[in-house]
């Protein structure tokens, strides 16, 4: 994978994370246990183009939508 893609799947990562952890009020601990689940920082990685242009609001839809 080229530097800039890994660099940018990091980024979003972490912003997708942060964001669906504050909406749905989750510690870190029960936000490993959903990935563990759900692959979901898997499925941001091989998609990052998905949440390019999605607001935060946005971003925790999909990611409520992947789990569901």
Request: glycine share 2%; with cysteine.
């Amino acid at each position: 994978m080229p530097e800039k893609r890994l660099n940018k799947s990091i980024f979003l990562m972490y912003l997708v994370s942060n964001n669906y952890m504050q909406k749905h009020n989750l510690t870190i601990k029960e936000f490993v246990e959903l990935d563990r689940k759900y692959a979901i920082l898997n499925y941001i990685m091989e998609c990052p183009d998905i949440f390019d242009n999605m607001s935060e609001s946005e971003i925790v839809e999909e990611i409520d939508q992947y789990i569901g």
